[in-house]
């Protein structure tokens, strides 16, 4: 059993996808960040970086619990746990890695400052907001060129680069895109979305 600590947040959603993709038995404990949950001991002694998502899994590598932090980590772990959800091959692998890499360290940290400036921010600063919404902008366009003429992103494979990525397109609106301006991400957006598995993690914690 593996045990999943997460919020409704796209990097909690990354892990519940992939979950639920992979038909693994899983509980969900929700961490209210908005209630300062994860600055708890107990969380704490989890994760002293005091971010979700954290999963405990009961049977680790060598049989024994397991507890991995960090979202794109997980994922890996996850993926080579089962043999599902990277390529097979070298070339494939890379490929799906390069972009999980691009999501863990462009799409998710420029996009979530956009989410805050753009929504949450107590005053509007409009040097941030023109920086991260020209920066949303820039990395759909990434996206859709890297997407034009491949059905995912590490190629024929559907893989973890896809999880990592979906869940912070799915907040388009609050980044101020219109998807439709980006045809190829349209085109693969709505093929994860109609995926049942996808639809069941995106939905996690209830």
Known sequence: MITLYTWTTPNGRKISIALEELGLRY??????ISRGEQFTSEFLALNPNNRIPVIVDDEGPD????????????LLYLAEKTGRLLPPGARGRCEAIQWLMFQMGSVGPMLGQAHHFLRYAPEVIPYAVERYAKEAERLYGVLNTRLAGRDWLAGADYSVADIATFPWIASHDWQGIDLDRFPEVRRWFDAIAARPAVQRGMAVPQ
Do not use: F, L, N
């Not at 509980?27 to 209210?32: K, M, Y």
């Not at 049989?63 to 997980?74: R, Y």
């Open 27 to 32: 509980e969900a404990r929700p961490i209210d």
């Open 63 to 74: 049989g024994e619990p397991i507890t991995v932090i960090e979202s794109g980590a997980i």
